[in-house]
């Protein structure tokens, strides 16, 4: 018995248009009752401030906190910590961080070719960093490497005072300050350690990017 085709088609196309329909009624009925303007985080206590609450929130993630005082302090840091930790060599793509590295004698290098079981150390100056979330916020535009940010074992971030912003409409603003209308190609928010869960719920530490997270902050202007 001959296929009706034309009948198929038609109750086809009807299905689509009633999921259609349906996404479109769904969204409409999300969005429009949605105040966009309204800042839905918890706002921040005026007696923590942006750096604290930056702190509390980033090590509550899992991340690993350093204050200095300036970039001396952080040079002599790295020297020690480095062989100390096996992060040597250090893998930078980021021209703001190497001239940094090269002013204070500390050696590093743009291949990110490493040994077997060798760890692949990253360090890289950010965008800013976000209160709220106790995010860092980097971009292809300023590491010059996407892979500088995404797929290192261990992550060192440097930034000062001055980069912390309330929250991650006011981390866009700082962007849109910087760059205007030439937006970096991809712009990265990382909030602690790479994290998964398997089937059974087992979380997994540095499963889609870096084991570690360190954020070096400076106290200066």
Known sequence: MARDFKREITNKEQILGDVRNAIIEKQEALIKDVDQRTDTWIPIKEEDGTAITFVQNFKDQGGIFVYLEDEDEFAECLRQLA???????????????????????????????????????SITDCECLVAQTGSIVLSEKMCHSRRNYATP?????????????????????????????????????????????????????????????????????
């Open 83 to 121: 062989p100390e930790n096996a992060w040597e060599p250090l893998w930078c793509t980021s021209p703001t961080m190497q001239k940094m590295l090269e002013r204070n004698g500390i050696a590093y290098t743009s291949d990110s070719a490493r040994e077997p079981k060798q760890k692949l150390v």
């Open 153 to 221: 074992d261990v992550l060192l971030v440097t930034a000062s005072t001055n980069q912390i912003v309330n929250g991650m409409k006011d981390a866009f603003v700082k962007l849109k300050g910087k760059y205007g209308d030439e937006n970096p190609s991809q712009i990265a928010i990382i909030t602690g350690p790479s994290r998964t869960s398997d089937i059974e719920q087992t979380q997994i530490i540095g499963a889609h990017g870096a084991r570690q997270v360190a954020v070096f902050l400076m106290d200066e202007e």
